[in-house]
Every structure is written in C-alpha cells, then in structure tokens.
C-alpha cells in the first residue's frame, strides 16, 4: 500500500470511527449525509450516496430544466448535476462557490448535487422530520420529505432519482457522449 | 485473570482482560495541542475524545510510523479510556496466579509492569495501565483533553448539535 493510500486509509476509518452510534428510540431512524447549500443545511439517506467528490468541470446544457446546472464526467461516468439553489428560486448563482458534488445512485453514479460544504454523518429520527410548508416549488413537493427541527431539508433521494423531469436529461446525457 | 496478549516491535506484552474495552484496526491519528510528549495524539471515538499513548516511547523501542496494518488497543482507565497502538492483538490467555511472576525483579520500567505472564510459548509482560502516565503527565494531558474536547466534539458531532 502506497504512503498515500495508506493515509487514506487511516483517516477514512478514523471518520467511520468516529460517528456517533445509532440513538436507542423507538422511532425509525436513518442514517444520513448533510451538506450546505445556500447557507440552508440539507441531508439525504446514506443509502442513495455513492461518493462525494470534488467538482473539476461542469458543461451546460442547452434547454435542461433550471435546476439543472449541467453535466459532469465523474470517473468516466456523465451525470447530470443538479443545483438546489435553482430549486429555491430562479437566480442564476455564481457556480464558483460550489465546490463539491454528493454523487447519488443506487447500482451505480446517476446524479451529482452541487454542495458548498459536506458537514457529516448522523442519525435522523424520521419522527422529527415534518412535511414541507405547502407553498413550495413543485419539485422540492416531489423531492423533499421534510424539514428537521433544526430546519435542515430532508431530500427523499429514491424521488429524486426516479424525477421524470432528470430522465429527460438521462436522453441528454447519451447524446453528448 | 484473563490477559490480552499483544505485539509491539517484536515483543509481546499483555494487559488484563478486563482492562480492554476494545480492539480497533488502526484509524489516523491528531496530534493533540499542549499534550505530553508521551501522547502521540487523539481519536473520535464514536463522539468521544480518547488520547493515544506511545506504548514504544515509554517502553523503550524504536519509534514507528502509523501503519493501516495496525490496531488500536481501547483501554479502561478508570471513568477514561486509553489507547495503545499495538502491532497485533495475539488472543486471550487464561493465567493462574502460578504463572504470574511479581514485577519486582524487573529493573527495566518496573514501574509499568504489573508482572510476567508465563505462556504456553514463552513469557509476556503484562502491563498495568494506570501507571502509563505520572501524575504531571496525567494532569497536562487532561488538560490539553478539556481544551481540545469541545473543539473536537463540536466537529464530530455538527449537524446534530446545530
């Protein structure tokens, strides 16, 4: 094993050490992922994360929904990329800032999620996860199982994967390759 | 007594069984700020902050680098918990008190040793651990402990403490 692999190694079993074991409750919990998005925090279950990754290039799409920022070739793989900040309102924002990717999919990469910052992993009680307010964009009712009491968003990820709008891409993307 | 027999360079050594909470494959470690240097640093233990001791330095072998083929040994000290990065774990041994020899002949860091077990193929030390540290070293890495701790939880713990 190479020094660096080796430092890889270390420092990856030193993170999975160090979470926090699963709450004893009689409520259902999972297991999720949270990161920054607009200063607003999001988590989405562990089970539809693949990987997280750095964002080296980012390719537009002509006529892709809003929220879709573009394309990306992640370890050969072209995924659509999507940014939440899109979802939240019609601004174009700066793409600067959004460094990282939350690669989502479940027998292989499908779709990336633009994040500022990956915070952690933690358990999340679904008892405390409550139903959006009403007045929302149709694709965060589609997408979002909740808010938190700490108000971070709950993305429901098997939703997201299945969004008919992120198939469209899924032509799109086959085209470009 | 049962005892935990393990290897450090080459040597074995042994702790009562019922001072191991448990053994871990070896994960990266943090220097620890403001800690004796007998402290190679410190792990998250599932949101715990737990020092890691250099068991080569305070016995006397040649110093390492942390290597992914290692372990760490998860020590009861008292309310506290302790780590030793070890070799390997070898396996439990029952010893009757027959075969545990007293400490005292032991001129080499007696201090450590709580006595010699007798093995089946040969001889371990077996080592107490709340004579690892002396008492100024103790308080100094308490103290790095308490101003490091919140720090460290704060991070470990962020998305659920927000």
Do not use: Y
């Not at chain 1, 692999?5 to 259902?28: D, F, N, Q, V, Y």
């Not at chain 1, 919990?29 to 925090?41: D, G, H, T």
């Not at chain 1, 149709?138 to 938190?148: A, D, E, F, H, S």
């Not at chain 2, 330095?57 to 110093?63: Q, S, T, V």
Request: charged share 20%; hydrophobic share 50%.
């Amino acid at each position: 094993m190479s020094a660096l692999g080796a430092t890889a190694t270390l420092e990856e079993r030193a993170r999975l050490l160090a979470r926090a074991p699963k709450p004893a409750s009689a409520g259902i919990s999972v297991e999720v992922l949270s990161f920054v998005v607009a200063r607003e925090r999001w988590a989405i279950a562990t089970r539809w994360v693949r990987t997280v990754m750095r964002l080296t290039s980012l390719t537009r799409v002509p006529g892709a929904p809003a929220f879709v920022a573009g394309i990306a070739s992640l370890r050969g793989e072209v995924l659509p990329i999507i940014d939440l900040r899109r979802v939240l309102s019609d601004t174009e924002p700066a793409l600067a800032e959004l460094s990282r990717v939350v690669v989502l999919g479940v027998e292989r990469a499908e779709l990336g999620i633009l994040a500022d910052e990956v915070l952690a992993i933690t358990w999340l009680e679904l008892d405390h996860v409550r139903p959006l307010p009403v007045a929302t964009r149709p694709l965060m009712q589609r997408c979002v199982r909740g808010v938190t009491e700490s108000a971070m968003v709950v993305l429901d990820g098997g939703a997201l994967l299945e969004d008919s709008t992120l198939f469209v891409q899924a032509e799109v993307r086959k085209e470009t390759r | 007594m049962n005892v935990l027999v393990f290897e450090v360079a080459g040597r074995r050594f042994a702790v009562p069984a019922s001072d191991v909470q448990e053994l871990v494959r070896a994960v990266a470690i943090v220097p620890l700020p403001g800690a004796p240097p007998i402290v190679e640093g410190v792990i998250d233990l599932r949101g715990t902050i737990v020092a890691v001791l250099d068991f080569r330095a305070r016995f006397g072998l040649p110093p390492d680098a942390l290597d992914p083929a290692q372990q760490l040994l998860i020590l009861v000290d008292g309310a506290r918990r302790v780590v030793f990065r070890i070799d390997r774990a070898l396996g439990l041994e029952s010893a009757n008190d027959e075969s545990i020899a007293a400490a005292a002949p032991i001129a080499v860091g007696s201090r450590l040793v709580a006595g010699v077990v007798a093995l089946a193929d040969g001889l371990a030390v077996i080592h107490d651990v709340r004579s690892f540290l002396d008492q100024s070293e103790q308080s100094s890495l308490e103290g790095a402990l308490r101003a490091a701790a919140p720090l460290a939880l704060a991070q470990a713990h962020d998305a659920a403490h927000r």
